[in-house]
């Protein structure tokens, strides 16, 4: 296992969407947002969404949601244990 948020992406190399490193208080975390990208693939939010995952104390977590903006998302996961 790898010690980031994930080691492989499973999805299409022209998918609409971003996909950065961010960083929270417990360290890196992985954010994809779906910019309309409207194809069901693994991994991919559904257009319009965000998924922000990130590994703390052996546990992985992700949040997803519309709506959401990437700052509401860090101080989300930043709230988190």
Do not use: H
Not at 20 to 30: D, F, I, K, N, T
Not at 49 to 78: C, F
């Amino acid at each position: 296992m790898c010690s980031g948020p994930f080691g492989i992406l499973v999805i299409p190399p022209d998918y609409d969407g971003t996909i950065e490193q961010v960083s929270l208080r417990s360290g890196p975390a992985l954010l994809i947002v779906n910019n309309g990208d409207n194809r069901k693939c693994f991994m991919c939010p559904d257009a319009g969404e965000l998924y922000l995952w990130w590994n703390r104390a052996g546990w992985s977590y992700r949040l997803s949601g519309a709506g959401v903006s990437q700052e509401q998302a860090i101080r989300i996961a930043n709230s988190i244990g």
